[in-house]
């Protein structure tokens, strides 16, 4: 059984702790790998690294750290098709959605590259008599990034590209469902120049992550996964000092307007709700259909549902692969019989599906729940797995309050062909990311990524311009330079221009 070990100081590391997790093939269900489980004194190891490093990357140039981000750069790309394997054989989504992960990581390191000139700070000449200002940003030291199963190369690049370009050390804890993405980057870093100890990998559980929550010498933390560990993150870290910015769960709705292309929406819908069988922070899960809409969308929804090709991810042919655990999946099964139980209608049912040569994968078929309410266990309940609920609402304002009524706001969308619909929407919903006839609208690493209300603690979101500020912290330095000849005027009052 192959063993997955952390990294520390730039090497595999087996730590002190005999704790293990198993790590399972959801296409086939068998156990692949054991995964260690970091103890306190595991991660007290990797963060005396990270701070001990942090004494030289802290202090090295803009282009020291540029040059080693590049090599970075060429690497990930170089080995996408190797990273999307390891990420489909451990998470189960199909391999070219692991390549698009892989993709939109990368783009985080591509937006980094380019520090010099995000890290430019201000300066006013001149304020005062022979005084000028200036601004410019400093590392924290040692940062931490907890982060969830379902994107086990993107997520934490959303994170450590940013980190260590703004000079901070890293210390990660990803998934110990899918840990291996993050050991080949760990070996990618190394390759490409990075110092030992500035990228550290401690695996585990809520031991590993309160230690690191705990520990004086953490400066920041990073967290994304589900919306009650996001809170107790965001709550611990904050009172041991931290920066903290923690990313939580989602309930994503699509409108759909009568006046939009019936086609193009369900084809996107359906897309949305079933790619990565629907474990995606930006899947829709609930699309809202407004009054005549509501019949053909259900309709073609279905036919598009029953249409999905199920499989492997390994299979060329698959659009959809299993969910992670066998755990994950008789949740989802149970949550579908409650909605059919509570009184909405099953259109789709995606239980009991089963892939040929893949018996005991844990699968679960495409799923559409028609006329669910608000009150509806698969409408309260963060389902995320293939199961895309349809609530009726009767015009463009009453969709929107049912939005701004749901306790996360992660992401949504519209379908429509009016501009001024579009406009009213864009505006009036309580979501921090909104698609205009696109339902997953990621923004590009040169934006931030985050939602509003609880499907984000703190106030920072991540990557982008945001993801600079969280890294940094400003200085404001006011200089004069006085001639040695000049008399003082030196003055009690309080100084003014
Ligand atoms: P999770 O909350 O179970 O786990 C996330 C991380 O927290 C993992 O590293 C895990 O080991 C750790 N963890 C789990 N339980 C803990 C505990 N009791 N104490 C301390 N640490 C703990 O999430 P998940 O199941 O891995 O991922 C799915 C969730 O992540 C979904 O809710 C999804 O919406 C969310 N997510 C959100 C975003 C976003 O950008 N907002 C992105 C991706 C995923």
Redesign the pocket.
């Known amino acids: 059984m192959r063993t997955v070990s952390h990294w520390i100081g730039g090497k595999p590391a087996t730590g002190t702790s005999t704790r293990t997790s198993p790590v399972w093939n959801p296409a086939t269900g068998a156990q692949q790998a054991e995964v260690l489980l970091a103890g306190t004194a595991d991660v007290d190891a990797a963060v005396q690294s990270a701070k001990a490093a942090f004494e030289t990357w802290g202090q090295s140039s803009l282009s020291q750290r540029v040059k080693v981000l590049f090599a970075f750069r060429e690497l990930v790309n170089a080995r996408m098709d190797d990273l999307a394997e390891i990420i489909s054989d451990e998470h189960g989504k199909v391999l070219s959605d692991a390549r698009g992960e892989v993709q939109r990581g990368l783009e985080v390191v591509e937006f980094a590259c380019g520090i010099p000139s995000l890290l430019k700070g201000e300066y006013s000449d001149q304020v005062s008599g022979g005084v000028d200002l200036f601004s410019f940003r400093q590392p924290l030291g040692v940062c931490a990034g ?6 086990p190369a993107m ?1 934490p690049m959303w994170m450590y590209p940013v980190a260590i370009a703004t000079g901070n050390t890293f210390v990660l ?5 899918d840990p291996s993405a993050s050991m080949l980057a760990a070996e990618l870093w190394a390759e490409a120049g990075l110092p030992d100890g500035v990228f550290n990998v401690v695996h ?3 031991e590993s ?2 230690a690191l929550l705990d520990h004086p010498d953490v400066a920041a933390v990073s ?8 809170r ?2 965001h709550e611990r870290g904050i009172a041991a000092g931290k920066r903290v910015q923690a ?4 309930k994503n709705h699509a409108i759909v307007l009568p006046d939009a292309g019936l086609d193009y929406a369900s084809d996107h819908l359906v897309a949305a709700a079933f790619g990565s069988a629907g ?4 899947a829709i899960s609930a699309a809202v259909a407004v009054g005549s809409a509501a019949d053909a969308l259900v309709e073609a929804v279905s036919a598009k549902a029953r249409a999905t090709k199920v499989g492997s991810g390994r299979d060329a042919e698959s659009e959809m692969g299993p969910v ?1 655990t066998a755990a994950a999946r008789d949740r989802i099964v149970d949550l579908i019989g409650t909605g059919e139980a509570q009184g909405a209608t099953l259109a789709v049912d995606g239980r009991g599906l089963t892939v040929p040569g893949h018996e005991d994968g844990f699968f679960v078929g495409p799923t559409v729940i028609d006329r669910v309410t608000t009150e509806m266990d698969v409408y309260t309940e ?1 389902i ?1 797995g293939p199961v895309l609920s349809v609530i009726r609402a009767d015009s463009v304002d009453e969709a929107i309050a049912i939005i701004n009524a749901n306790p996360y706001g ?1 992401g949504t969308a519209i379908f429509t062909s009016s501009g001024e619909a579009a406009r009213r929407f864009q505006r009036g919903v309580n979501v921090g990311m909104i698609g205009i006839n696109v339902p997953i609208p990621v923004p590009m690493a040169y934006y931030s ?3 509003w209300k609880d ?2 603690f703190g106030q920072s979101h ?1 990557h982008g311009p945001e993801g600079i500020a969280f890294y940094t912290r400003a200085k404001v330095v006011t200089a004069r330079w006085p001639q040695v000849t000049a008399a003082s005027d030196s003055s009690f009052h309080f100084p003014t221009a």
């Open positions: 907890i982060t969830p199963f379902n994107f997520v804890k990803p998934s110990e469902r585990g559980d809520k992550v309160d967290f994304v996964g589900s919306t009650p560990i996001a107790y993150i990313l939580g769960g989602a474990e995606r922070c930006m992670i963060e995320f992660n990524f985050g939602g499907s984000l991540i």
